[in-house]
């Protein structure tokens, strides 16, 4: 089954912010890295994979040979349908949000 794929305003703001400091040193790294969490997260819309997150009702999908988590969330529409929202896009090596 494949879901539609939305973005939450705080993690494009997550995933922005991570591409510029990236960018800031290596552009071409930055669009790379750009483009694999672009894909990981298209990927999650054709099979959710993932552990249960640290927020109740999310997942969280590690990207491998990369240090982000996807923090996620399966909505159901009425009509069966579901939707991956991408809630925030973490570095593995900082904290994490509070209430996440």
């Not at 640290?54 to 159901?76: D, F, M, N, Q």
Request: hydrophobic letters at 40%; proline letters at 6%; charged letters at 25%.
């Amino acid at each position: 089954m494949k879901r539609g794929l939305i973005w939450s305003s705080v993690a494009r703001r997550d995933l922005l912010g991570n591409i510029r400091y990236i960018a800031d040193d290596n552009e071409s790294a930055a669009t790379r890295v750009a483009d694999r969490i672009d894909k990981a997260a298209l990927a999650l819309a054709g099979r959710p994979t993932g552990r249960p997150g640290r927020a109740a009702g999310t997942y969280e999908k590690s990207l491998p040979g990369l240090p982000y988590i996807l923090a996620y969330r399966i909505v159901a529409s009425a009509d069966g349908s579901e939707t991956i929202g991408i809630l925030r896009v973490i570095h593995a090596a900082r904290n994490w949000p509070p209430g996440q």
